[in-house]
């Protein structure tokens, strides 16, 4: 029996298997023969090959996002709207058959988009050039799920299992679980919580199939079997993941000539107060009778879904899909809640912009420097020059991360967006 025979068995097996606290252990066991098989499927073969073209771009910009989606939901047509890479779209699937990188600018950074061929069920073994695909997708900050709004959730359910069978877990954080292996002494089992998904018993038990018999556990939070199977394997990613659906330029509207009508003047999650400012590009594109509107950033940490082809479903739908959590709506071929898309996925990659200004001069506001939200100084110096942060005296900061402006800093203080920075040498 083969890995994928085996793999099969044993997910039929847990589907059919009660969930109860008789069956937990045994639970735990299969989820655990799971994983082992999935990395096994993983694993390169190790039989010699012919080399193959390159499927990879080398990584630039300051942040990489990866489109994900299945054929012919518009992620070529996103990428040509968003970049000025022109990526081939047509009315067939399967139209990019390759990587093809383009580079948003906003605010100063360059983000490296990059579009990926669609990929299908069973990507995940192979199919459709899926595990290359999903490689690539391991290596971005965030990760775009491409969806079309007018197949449901059926897309979104397929790609979610497609990725966490390969180690990709989105909108979820490491489990706050310590794991050390250790070379005798037995399994040390503790928990500064109450648990109750796992037991000490079930740890063992998991352990054991790893052929682990020493080492030390400390769950600080409640955490399932799989959490901590992740933890024991120790190569999962844990990304943001937007999920957007758009059109592309295949797509009709529902009525030819009548754009559709959005929420306007009615406050709305995703779509915004009627009173910010019209899109232009939206003008431009429904004509003077449609009025949307940019939203306010959301207060909340994850990125959210993005659905394309609103234009071909009704505005009730259009209403339930802007109002579930971690979802936004779009259409690339009328041009709608584009910018609002990038707002997000800026908060999203957590960047911020840090100008820089020479004694008795204005700040240089047209060369930022970009860094990850959390930065200090002392970052700020490694970017400038790597030998700056050993000569530094101090520094003076003008922004929000100020109590006054400027005021004298060191190499700890911590910079917020749009800062401005001068440092002084010893």
Known sequence: MGILEKISEIEKEIARTQKNKATEYHLGLLKAKLAKYRAQLLEPSKSASSKGEGFDVMKSGDARVALIGFPSVGKSTFLSLMTSTASEAASY??????????????????IQLLDLPGIIEGAAQGKGRGRQVIAVARTADVVIMMLDATKGEAQRSL??????SVGIRLNKHKPNIYFKPKKGGGISFNS????TQCSEKLVQLILHEYKIFNAEVLFREDCSPDEFIDVIVG???YMPCLYVSGTGPQALCPARGAPPRLPGRARHPRLGPGAARPLPSVRQRAGPGLH???PALPAHPLPPQVYNKIDQISMEEVDRLARKPDSVVISCGMKLNLDYLLEVLWEYLALTCIYTKKRGQRPDFTDAIILRKGASVEHVCHRIHRSLAS???YALVWGTSTKYSPQRV???HTVEHEDVI?????
Do not use: M
């Open 159 to 164: 790609l979610e299992k497609e990725l966490e």
């Open 422 to 426: 001068q440092i002084v040498k010893k």
């Open 192 to 195: 500064t919580v109450t648990l």
């Open 235 to 237: 190569n999962r990613v």
């Open 391 to 393: 000569q530094f005296k």
């Open 93 to 110: 699937e399967f139209t990019t058959l390759t990587c093809i990188p383009g580079v948003i600018e906003y605010k100063g950074a360059n």
């Open 410 to 412: 060191g190499l700890t």
């Open 292 to 294: 949307c509107s940019v």
